[in-house]
């Protein structure tokens, strides 16, 4: 090996080892000081910053998230609103009109920086709307620690979606989102996506805020409340301390969060209970007759954190709130806001659980939603089912996620579905977004059951949790971990789901019936090849199960939670048709069929079973 070559040898070893060892994550510490007008719905606020840079890079610009000022008309957010049309979101518009082109100028949210300053010096900042850049005076040099100060003034906007003002069950202020707040720089740069409306993205911080409010409001947090004796709501008979404007002084902290969301209502009534072995829950919410479920919720809610602990991975935080505010259910840092008028008692567990549930996805294991939201929405929502089944049984429902298989498939075969892969704000319809990100997020992991086992996949998930947890995770690396654990090669799965709206159609060609045996033929009528199961059910009614591995796969399943199966030869992806005997004949046989479980997300299920007469 000459010199030459062995120091190009060397450099580009060196570079593929730093990829392979590349992962870091920023870190920042906020202390906060708010002072509201609640009676003009408005605030001040200082904040300082302590920024880490993780990163091998030096930074000569930070950027900053100024979300409010997308409330207003003819913001980013209504433009986009607009151009939708009659596929926009029905809480930004209403009869194909944004509501943001409506809002009084009064009621427009804003976040007006003051000034910024870098270790006591001033800076030069320009705002793109929801985006703040911000010029530094000296660069942050990687693994260094530098202190920004802030002083800005905001006005809650009129609650439209997510945050705001008088929501629509008569929450005075929903605090989300509310702060400028540092974006996330990782190996793929400065996460800036303006604020149309969807997702959210940030470093793990921890946070010291201080809010100062008229001594009449409740509040309700993701945080601990460091003085509950001081103010109103959370004990008995507190000693409600109050400055000369008669406001009482709330002292919130968190650590190793995404973010810190509040709301605060002047009849906010605040119960809390403690899970066994998990966190100390706080209903915060006005108690009524529309309301009443929140009572009979609590057994529920504890048994919701003991499954998920066992099931996906331990809530690392000490306390969770769900919150009555905002416009639906909207996750962040130890709490949620959620609509809290329910008609029955599984409507608001099902939200509850959702949002919940996304303390595991959005905050523990904290991916990028903006560019990849199945892997938390879809995620999620597969938790939800999952628990949801656990506590509603339903014994004429074939599995947790029937109901997700039968709408993808109503969907897909609508021809208005859009990968799953587009960027979250992004998406043109509204509700193919909801189907990319939601249904075949969720189905992603329902079809790698099916693939690889649910024995496996529970492994994988575990797995997936203690490494990644209070990490910023991408798919990248689930499927490192999906293709280790399982021993299967996954990419092609992967590829068709995620990448393509292709779909999976399979069925039952042709059964020829001979004196000891069954020969039967099936067909592969659509785009995206997989394993099958094949399924006899014989006439003294035992159930007998086969697995035909995909050729792609390279390694067959080993155990599912249906018991023994016999493993076929492999079906090569290129060959449209199977065929195999099986040791049967047709008096003795009832049924015959592909996948008796219904995990396979087959868009023509109708063809894959047949009664044997």
């Keep these: 090996m000459t010199q030459k070559f062995l120091a190009i040898f060397l450099l580009a070893f060196g570079l593929f080892s730093a990829q392979q060892e590349a992962y870091y994550q920023q870190y920042a510490k906020y202390k906060m000081n ?3 007008d609640a009676a003009n719905f408005a605030y001040h606020g200082k904040q300082e910053i302590q920024y880490t840079n993780n990163s091998p890079d030096e930074l000569s610009v930070v950027y900053f998230h100024l979300y409010w000022n997308a409330f207003k008309p003819c913001s980013m957010m209504d433009q986009r609103v607009q151009n939708q049309g009659k596929n926009a ?3 930004l518009a209403e009869n194909g009109v944004s509501r943001l082109s409506t809002i009084p100028k009064d009621e427009e949210g804003s976040q007006k920086i003051n000034w910024i300053k870098q270790n006591g010096k001033d800076l030069k900042f320009e705002v793109q709307e929801t985006i703040m850049k911000v010029y530094l005076n000296e660069k942050i040099k990687p693994n260094s620690t530098t202190t920004f100060t802030m002083d800005w003034d905001s006005v809650v906007p009129k609650q439209i979606r997510r945050s705001g003002r008088n929501n629509r069950e ?6 989300t989102q509310w702060y400028p707040k540092i974006a996330e720089y990782d190996y793929d740069g400065w996460a800036t996506f303006d604020y149309v409306g969807r997702e959210f993205h940030a470093p793990f911080a921890d946070f010291d805020v201080t809010i100062k409010i008229d001594k009449d409001y409740v509040i309700g947090a993701g945080g601990i409340l460091e003085n509950p004796s001081e103010v109103k709501g959370y004990t008995e008979n507190p000693d409600i ?3 000369k404007d008669n406001k009482a002084t709330w002292k919130f902290t968190a650590k190793n969060m995404l973010d810190f969301a509040w709301a605060a209502d002047k009849d906010y009534s605040v119960e809390s209970f403690v899970v066994p072995d998990g966190p100390k829950v706080f209903f915060v919410y006005q108690k009524s007759e529309k309301t009443r479920y929140w009572e009979e919720a609590k057994p529920y809610i504890t048994k919701y954190f003991q499954i998920m602990n066992n099931t996906f991975g331990r809530y690392v935080y000490p306390t969770y709130s769900f919150v009555q505010g905002g416009d639906g259910g909207m996750e962040y840092g130890m709490c949620t806001m959620i609509l809290g008028e329910s008609r029955s008692l599984e409507g608001l567990l099902g939200l509850m659980i959702h949002e919940g549930s996304h303390s595991w996805f959005q905050q523990m294991l904290a991916t990028n939603e903006s560019t990849k939201p199945w892997l938390d929405e879809g995620f999620t929502s597969y938790a939800e089912s999952y628990v949801m089944y656990q506590l509603f049984p339903k014994p004429n429902e074939a599995n947790p996620f029937i109901n997700s298989l039968k709408g993808y498939a109503y969907f897909a075969k609508s021809g208005r579905e859009e990968p799953a892969s587009w960027l979250a704000d992004h998406h043109d319809n509204g509700t193919a977004y909801s189907v990319a990100s939601y249904t075949k997020g969720e189905l992603f992991l329902v079809e790698l059951g099916y693939i ?5 996949l529970s492994k994988v998930m575990k797995k997936y949790y203690q490494d990644w947890h209070l990490k910023h995770p991408s798919d990248r ?9 399982s021993g299967m090669d996954l990419k092609w799965f992967y590829h068709y789901w995620i990448n393509t709206t292709k779909t999976i159609d399979y ?19 659509s785009d995206v090849p997989m394993p099958i199961d094949f399924n006899v059910l014989t006439k003294d009614n035992k159930t007998i199960n086969y697995h035909i591995p995909l050729n792609m796969m390279r390694s067959p399943k080993k155990t599912d939670f249906y018991g023994n199966f016999q493993t076929l030869d492999y079906w090569n992806w290129t060959a449209k048709e199977y065929t195999f005997s099986i040791p049967y004949k047709k008096d003795e046989l009832k049924v015959i069929g592909i996948d008796f479980s219904q995990r396979l997300a ?8 047949l009664e044997v007469k």
Excluded: S, W
């Design 34 to 36: 708010i002072e509201v």
């Design 452 to 456: 690889m086992g649910e024995e496996t």
């Design 170 to 175: 008569g929450i005075d202020m929903t605090m």
């Design 602 to 609: 087959d868009v023509n299920p109708e063809n894959n079973t």
């Design 89 to 91: 979101d029905g809480r």
């Design 507 to 525: 069925a039952i060609k042709d059964v020829k019936y001979g004196d000891t045996y069954t020969t039967i033929t099936l067909v592969n009528n």
């Design 241 to 243: 301390k109050t400055d």
């Design 477 to 485: 690396d689930f499927m490192h971990i999906a293709q280790q654990i």
